[in-house]
């Protein structure tokens, strides 16, 4: 059961990966083309603001649930190093179950809000306004399961030394 829940985070990194990256090329194109379009043609796209705009905060919410995987996120570990083991070990639990509960309340009022906002519609695009709001949620959702997966590592430890995040 441990080897498999590592493996499908592992896995659902990996598609996150290939979804940021099939993002950032149409992103780039799209404003590429935005650009061409507008400068050159004198004929500005004009949905081309709004569904930028929807692929680029998908794009962030999910690149930031990529670095959180791999633990490439801002931290600020000046005073945690500085401190005893034990009391570092605590800082470390202490900010899990903070990112655990932050999660959690961010799951609950990305579902609220994208109800509220799917019968709207953008301006100028035929997609929904839950679209948006449900980049946060679906990002927040692959955080609360990322911020679990060292529980499994744990009880691999003694089985899998060499195949430890160096974070843990």
């Known amino acids: 059961m441990n080897n498999i829940i590592v493996k499908l985070s592992n896995d659902i990194n990996r598609i996150v990966q290939y979804i940021c990256i099939f993002l950032m090329v149409i992103l780039f194109t799209l404003l590429a083309a935005g650009v061409i379009a507008r400068y050159i043609f004198n004929s500005p796209i004009i949905w081309q603001y709004e569904l930028s705009q929807v692929l680029f905060i998908w794009l962030m919410f999910l690149g930031a649930t990529v670095a959180f995987f791999d633990y490439q996120h801002i931290t600020i570990?000046?005073?945690?190093?500085?401190?005893?083991?034990?009391?570092?070990?605590f800082c470390r639990i202490l900010v899990r179950l903070s990112v655990f509960v932050f999660s959690i309340i961010v799951v609950k009022e990305g579902f609220r809000l994208v109800q509220a906002f799917s019968p709207n519609n953008f301006r100028t695009i035929a997609i929904s306004l839950g679209w948006l709001y449900a980049a946060p949620t679906v990002s927040f959702i692959l955080v609360l399961f990322y911020n679990v997966r060292p529980l499994f590592w744990k009880q691999n430890k003694l089985k899998n030394k060499n195949k430890l995040n160096k974070y843990e």
């Open 77 to 89: 570990n000046v005073f945690v190093d500085a401190l005893p083991q034990i009391a570092r070990n």
